[in-house]
């Protein structure tokens, strides 16, 4: 839900279009908050369907890029250095 989220943000901030994947038992809220953000949602079971399988294949179809949530270089980076910003502010 929040990379959904920001992801959204991103490409909306970009201009460009995005597809999330999203397990159909997310908050709605979050599903929701994605979609005003102007992103085409893709819901999915957990129990019986693969979100990495969708996702691999979405993408090679309509010829997106892949961003996931984990596992992704620039989206570890980004998470690292959240975390620095919070540890000096709790430090002050």
Same mark, same amino acid.
């Given at each position: 839900g929040n990379h959904a989220q920001g992801v959204a943000? $991103? %490409?909306?901030?970009?201009?460009? @279009?995005?597809?999330i994947i999203m397990p159909s038992d997310a908050p709605?809220?979050?599903i929701s908050?994605?979609? $005003?953000?102007? $992103?085409e949602v893709v819901l999915y079971d957990r129990?019986?369907?693969?979100r990495d399988a969708?996702? %691999? #294949?979405r993408s090679e /179809? #309509? #010829?997106?890029t892949l961003i996931k949530p984990f596992d992704?270089?620039?989206?570890? @980076?980004?998470?690292g250095t959240t975390g620095l910003e919070? @540890?000096?502010? %709790? /430090?002050e």
């Amino acid at each position: 839900g929040n990379h959904a989220q920001g992801v959204a943000l $991103a %490409a909306k901030l970009h201009g460009v @279009a995005s597809v999330i994947i999203m397990p159909s038992d997310a908050p709605k809220l979050k599903i929701s908050n994605t979609r $005003a953000l102007g $992103a085409e949602v893709v819901l999915y079971d957990r129990a019986t369907e693969d979100r990495d399988a969708i996702g %691999a #294949r979405r993408s090679e /179809e #309509r #010829r997106l890029t892949l961003i996931k949530p984990f596992d992704e270089p620039q989206v570890i @980076a980004g998470q690292g250095t959240t975390g620095l910003e919070i @540890a000096e502010q %709790a /430090e002050e």
